[in-house]
């Protein structure tokens, strides 16, 4: 035998290659061996039939909540990521300098989805949402946070600040000060959470840098992408062509079909499509990575488009495109198994505006490092 794993006869998508069409794809040793228009079955120990199904590189999520138990917010992370067809996920801001370690031991060592994390700057992380971690700004301690960044850089990716009101006061900017700070000194990228921020939003993405990341960029509250005519502000146009990254993070309260309609039809479109997965939206409107998805099918975004925005374009933003977000030969060995249904779909977005959608993503299947996910074997 000459593969461990043949996928056969799926719809292969894959930006990173141009590739958009019916393609067996053979992995061996955890890896991508082969993709060609037609492998044998003969070649390969085990044959997994795609016909009929699409097939992309291991989608990556780069929002979640993983910090099960010890913050607000998370989640048991395999329940909501591999289990639903994400082999890699980012955890934004869960976790800060005090209390990374057992993040570090108990969460992302231990979990089957691949796990990185954005480090908070404020050294508590997301502990309660009723106190903001930057309300204090005694909290975001640069020294601890790049100290931390630099000694965990295996799962550290860059850092996180959270800056609305509600979580900053009116800190924003020298939080903003302090997480590009942290940031430069680990060689990592900036995440903000924003809206309803006590600085016009303007200013804020002013201060950002080629790379840097604004989630919940189509908000439906205040200091958004749109003014109050529903024109995308210029501002935020400049920003994304010098290399900001205006990203989904859907979440419970942080995306509106109304903003993203809009800013659409203004050819504003996001640069990634995350869904901000944590424990009080897994039941929605969020459910999963798939199901934000395919409401950018429903905006009219093509499927190619769509996945790009969770496969090539996620993996480069995290510094990944090298092993993930392609099925390249010699790319680690994470394939997604889609299903597209045609029939009379419910999605809903955080404003709770549902709306009627005739396709909808389905996942089907997951493989990471070559292996089919199955978790009841394990």
Same mark, same amino acid.
């Given at each position: 035998?000459?593969?461990?794993?043949?996928?056969?006869?799926?719809?292969?998508?894959?930006?990173?290659?141009?590739?958009?069409?019916?393609?067996?794809?053979?992995?061996?040793?955890?890896?991508?061996?082969?993709?060609?228009?037609?492998?044998?079955?003969?070649?390969?120990?085990?044959?997994?039939?795609?016909?009929?199904?699409?097939?992309?590189?291991?989608?990556?999520?780069?929002?979640?909540?993983?910090?099960?138990?010890?913050?607000?917010?998370?989640?048991?992370?395999?329940?909501?990521?591999?289990?639903?067809?994400?082999?890699?996920?980012?955890?934004?801001?869960?976790?800060?300098?005090?209390?990374?370690?057992?993040?570090?031991?108990?969460?992302?060592?231990?979990?089957?989805?691949?796990?990185?994390?954005?480090?908070?700057?404020?050294?508590?992380?997301?502990?309660?949402?009723?106190?903001?971690?930057?309300?204090?700004?005694?909290?975001?301690?640069?020294?601890?946070?790049?100290?931390?960044?630099?000694?965990?850089?295996?799962?550290?990716?860059?850092?996180?600040?959270?800056?609305?009101?509600?979580?900053? &006061?009116?800190?924003?900017? *020298?939080?903003?000060? #302090?997480?590009? +700070?942290?940031?430069?000194? =680990?060689? /990592?990228?900036?995440?903000?959470?924003?809206?309803?921020?006590?600085?016009?939003?303007?200013?804020?993405?002013?201060?950002?840098?080629?790379?840097?990341?604004?989630?919940?960029?189509?908000?439906?509250?205040?200091?958004?992408?749109?003014?109050?005519?529903?024109?995308?502000?210029?501002?935020?146009?400049?920003?994304?062509?010098?290399?900001?990254?205006?990203?989904?993070?859907?979440?419970?309260?942080?995306?509106?079909?109304?903003?993203?309609?809009?800013?659409?039809?203004?050819?504003?479109?996001?640069?990634?499509?995350?869904?901000?997965?944590?424990?009080?939206?897994?039941?929605?409107?969020?459910?999963?990575?798939?199901?934000?998805?395919?409401?950018?099918?429903?905006? &009219?975004?093509?499927?190619? *488009?769509?996945?790009? #925005?969770?496969? +090539?374009?996620?993996?480069? =933003?995290? /510094?990944?495109?090298?092993?993930?977000?392609?099925?390249?030969?010699?790319?680690?060995?994470?394939?997604?198994?889609?299903?597209?249904?045609?029939?009379?779909?419910?999605?809903?977005?955080?404003?709770?505006?549902?709306?009627?959608?005739?396709?909808?993503?389905?996942?089907?299947?997951?493989?990471?490092?070559?292996?089919?996910?199955?978790?009841?074997?394990?």
């Amino acid at each position: 035998m000459t593969y461990d794993l043949l996928v056969k006869g799926g719809r292969v998508v894959d930006p990173a290659q141009e590739l958009n069409a019916t393609r067996d794809v053979a992995l061996l040793d955890g890896k991508i061996a082969a993709i060609e228009e037609s492998i044998p079955e003969t070649s390969a120990r085990e044959v997994l039939d795609a016909t009929d199904l699409i097939v992309t590189p291991g989608l990556i999520d780069l929002h979640v909540h993983a910090f099960w138990g010890a913050t607000a917010y998370g989640m048991e992370p395999d329940i909501g990521n591999i289990a639903k067809g994400v082999t890699t996920a980012l955890d934004t801001g869960s976790a800060g300098a005090s209390n990374f370690l057992a993040f570090r031991k108990y969460v992302l060592e231990r979990s089957d989805t691949r796990l990185f994390a954005l480090l908070n700057i404020s050294a508590m992380g997301m502990i309660w949402p009723r106190i903001g971690e930057l309300t204090d700004i005694r909290w975001a301690d640069v020294q601890e946070a790049v100290r931390v960044g630099r000694e965990n850089r295996d799962f550290v990716l860059g850092i996180k600040a959270r800056l609305s009101r509600g979580y900053a &006061g009116e800190n924003d900017l *020298e939080a903003l000060k #302090r997480t590009i +700070e942290a940031a430069e000194a =680990i060689d /990592g990228f900036v995440m903000i959470h924003v809206k309803d921020t006590e600085t016009p939003l303007e200013e804020i993405t002013a201060m950002l840098r080629p790379g840097d990341v604004v989630t919940h960029a189509f908000h439906g509250k205040s200091e958004g992408v749109l003014d109050g005519a529903g024109k995308v502000i210029d501002r935020f146009r400049e920003d994304q062509q010098r290399g900001v990254i205006f990203d989904i993070g859907h979440g419970s309260g942080s995306f509106s079909f109304r903003v993203a309609e809009k800013a659409l039809a203004q050819e504003f479109l996001p640069d990634n499509i995350s869904s901000d997965l944590y424990n009080s939206n897994v039941e929605g409107p969020v459910f999963d990575q798939v199901t934000t998805l395919s409401k950018f099918l429903w905006l &009219g975004l093509p499927l190619y *488009e769509v996945i790009r #925005r969770s496969t +090539e374009i996620t993996a480069r =933003i995290m /510094g990944l495109e090298d092993s993930l977000g392609t099925l390249k030969v010699g790319a680690e060995g994470d394939v997604t198994i889609l299903r597209l249904d045609e029939g009379r779909f419910t999605l809903t977005d955080s404003e709770r505006v549902s709306v009627e959608a005739p396709q909808k993503l389905n996942h089907v299947r997951t493989i990471k490092s070559g292996r089919i996910y199955c978790p009841w074997l394990k």
